[in-house]
């Protein structure tokens, strides 16, 4: 499945989350709506998902096969509980912007899924890299998508005005159908990207032939 | 597997209650903070308060210690001691969670002059907007508490007692309006009957 060695690197962009696996959309469709609130969503499961992923990759010996999600669960939701307690106590502000979505990041498939495909067979420390890796690929993901969502739909970046008073906001970009519309202009210049790759690696052990 | 499941439960419960014990103080103090923003925003220029507890009869006392869950009433002054209003706190149960909020309220004019979310987890972008969309807080600018106050569908509000929901937040919305109106039905026969005594600014 993977290409590269390195779970980190893998993570962060060969099979990116967002733009390559297509995994927890739901906060990526949902949290984007500017980019402060995709940066903080975004690093917030990527601190579960490489708690999760250490945690899980230690027990994996001991769990019986039978009750293996239900472990993965409890251990997802256990991580995202302490999260929110060390938000609520290190920020208040990003705590009242967060606060809410928090919990939300038990449901993230993505998290589940690194679980089952990569904590449960491989050693502690590659769990742990995969797993930040793969976290800081969906904040890169859920960063890119807020970005435009930002600039077009409220004519900010991070809060800053970038096109004077008469910017007319394209207002549709904050809306969910906005959402959708921002990700498939993303996934079209992803797979368009990767195409090109995909077709110069095919021609040039032809060339060399010849 | 038993044996594993107990084990594994046992772990988790260990690591949350830890994390719980260990952000206890900074949370507390966290949350004062918030208590102090939502204060500050209610009533403006505020400058002083007095924060009086409701004992079940219905008498008032001023308080000095960490409340025991009692309900609280804050009484707000400006720097020349003039009496601004009063902060009380009301929370019903939402879409996700039980919401808690805080409200201005004039015993004079009995009217609800501000609302500010403490807490909540309602859905975000939806139900979240009842603590930040402009168009719903202009709802308690001056919302009349005469009437038992309801939440209505959005364009819906024909009476000062009413409260212009937002779409697609239905459940949100009526909750912040049953949170009032059970708040208010509750404290306002209290604060009438202490009225002089909230106002004077004297312990």
């Known amino acids: 499945m993977s290409g590269s060695n390195n779970p980190f690197l893998n993570g962060l962009w060969r099979q990116n989350p967002t733009f390559v696996q297509i995994l927890g959309m739901c906060p990526t469709l949902a949290i984007t709506n500017s980019v402060s609130n995709a940066v903080a969503m975004g690093l917030a499961t990527a601190f579960v998902l490489t708690i999760s992923n250490g945690l899980i990759s230690a027990i994996r010996n001991h769990v019986p096969k039978q009750v293996r999600i239900a472990t993965y669960i409890a251990i997802i939701a256990t991580a995202v509980t302490i999260t929110d ?11 009242r912007a967060l ?5 939300l990041i038990v449901a993230n498939c993505l998290i589940l899924e690194r679980a089952e495909a990569f904590a449960a067979k491989k050693p502690v420390i590659p769990s742990i890299l995969d797993g930040a890796g793969m976290g800081l690929g969906f904040a890169f993901g859920l960063s890119c998508l807020g970005t435009v969502r930002e600039v077009l739909g409220a004519g900010t970046f991070l809060g800053i005005h970038l096109f004077g008073p008469n910017f007319e906001p394209w207002v549709l970009f904050l809306l969910p159908p906005g959402g959708f519309i921002a990700l498939a202009i993303w996934l079209l210049l992803f797979a368009s990207f990767r195409e090109r790759n995909r077709n110069l690696l095919q021609i040039q052990p032809v060339e060399q032939k010849s | 597997m038993i044996k594993f499941l107990g084990c594994l439960s046992f772990l988790c419960g260990v690591l949350i209650v830890g994390t719980h014990i260990l952000t206890l103080d900074r949370i507390r103090a966290n949350q004062d903070e918030i208590l102090r923003q939502s204060l500050a925003q209610l009533l403006p220029g505020m ?5 009086y507890t409701v004992a079940p009869s219905g008498d008032i006392a001023v308080l000095h210690a960490e409340p025991a ?9 400006d720097a020349n001691n003039r009496f601004l209003g009063l902060v009380l706190e009301a929370s019903e149960r939402g879409y996700a969670d039980v919401i808690s909020a805080m409200y201005a309220y004039s015993p004079e004019t009995k009217l609800i002059t501000g609302f500010t979310v403490v807490e909540m987890r309602e859905t975000p972008g939806l139900g979240n907007k009842i603590g930040a969309d402009p168009d719903f807080l202009q709802n308690f600018k001056a919302l009349d508490t005469t009437h038992p106050i309801k939440a209505v569908k959005h364009g819906a509000k024909q009476n000062p007692w009413e409260i212009d929901g937002i779409s697609g937040a239905t459940i949100s919305s009526r909750a912040v309006g049953r949170m009032l109106a059970a708040s208010i039905q509750e404290m306002a026969p209290i604060i009438d009957r202490h009225k002089a005594r909230l106002e004077s600014g004297t312990e």
């Open chain 2, 69 to 77: 869950g009692a309900k609280r009433i804050f009484a707000g002054f």
């Open chain 1, 85 to 95: 307690y060390l938000v609520k106590a290190i920020s208040i502000n990003v705590y």
């Open chain 2, 47 to 51: 400058q002083r308060q007095i924060v």
């Open chain 1, 99 to 103: 606060g809410p979505f928090i919990p």
